[in-house]
T-cell receptor, first 114, second 113 residues
Framework: GENVEQHPSTLSVQEGDSAVIKCTYS??????FPWYKQELGKRPQLIID?????GEKKDQRIAVTLNKTAKHFSLHITETQPEDSAVYFC?????????????FGQGTTLQVKP | NAGVTQTPKFRILKIGQSMTLQCTQD?????MYWYRQDPGMGLKLIYY???????DKGEVPNGYNVSRSTTEDFPLRLELAAPSQTSVYFC????????????FGPGTRLTVT
């Protein structure tokens, strides 16, 4: 069945360093890849997304890259700040039609040390 | 706009009890989803709906039921609660079609003992 693998499960960086989180997906028909940030006890918040017709998308300090051939996509956070500390989830759209169903990775806990 | 709202925020159920988790959105979104999130894990899709009167199963539908009588509301019913249903439940919505962005409600933390 469809699957999304996310690595690493935990990531600790110094403030100001970059952080990279990687995901692989199994459904070659997937065409939409969002990233969510979830702070402790809060709801997941969409921070950036990319569609399969684009290789890279950037929004200030965050960027997402997509390699359709390898079925990989990655989240890049530059100049990390303590407020970036949270759990980050990748996801991939799956299934036929436009149901918008998402399958999520297991999450990465990012800790940014001041 | 309140966005996606969920009630209750917290609930403790005894094994075998039933309850309904409420979800409402005021963004005129066509698609709605129910997820569960177990501790330290990602989100798993329980059920989804692409419009009023249309629902379908997700990855983990067993033990749950849904209905969608209006565009705004998408309640999730738990019958005969079991400890394995202890989780945080999130409702989400999206406009639909090729607009895939999903927006989440604040969640309901459910404990079954």
């Amino acid at each position: 069945g469809e699957n999304v693998e996310q690595h690493p499960s935990t990531l600790s960086v110094q403030e100001g360093d970059s952080a990279v989180i990687k995901c692989t997906y199994s459904d070659s028909a997937s065409n939409y890849f969002p990233w969510y940030k979830q702070e402790l006890g809060k709801r997941p918040q969409l921070i950036i997304d990319i569609r399969s017709n684009v290789g890279e998308k950037k929004d200030q300090r965050i960027a997402v890259t997509l390699n359709k051939t390898a079925k990989h996509f990655s989240l890049h956070i530059t100049e990390t700040q303590p407020e970036d500390s949270a759990v980050y989830f990748c996801a991939a759209r799956y299934g036929s039609g436009n149901t918008g169903k998402l399958i999520f990775g297991q999450g990465t806990t990012l800790q940014v040390k001041p | 706009n309140a966005g996606v709202t969920q009630t209750p925020k917290f609930r403790i159920l005894k094994i075998g009890q039933s309850m309904t988790l409420q979800c409402t959105q005021d963004m005129n979104h066509n698609y709605m989803y129910w997820y569960r999130q177990d501790p330290g894990m990602g989100l798993k899709l329980i059920y989804y709906s692409v419009g009023a009167g249309i629902t379908d199963k997700g990855e983990v539908p067993n033990g749950y039921n849904v209905s969608r009588s209006t565009t705004e509301d998408f309640p999730l019913r738990l019958e005969l609660a079991a400890p394995s249903q202890t989780s945080v439940y999130f409702c989400a919505s999206s406009y639909g079609g090729t607009t895939y962005e999903q927006y989440f409600g604040p969640g309901t933390r459910l404990t079954v003992t």
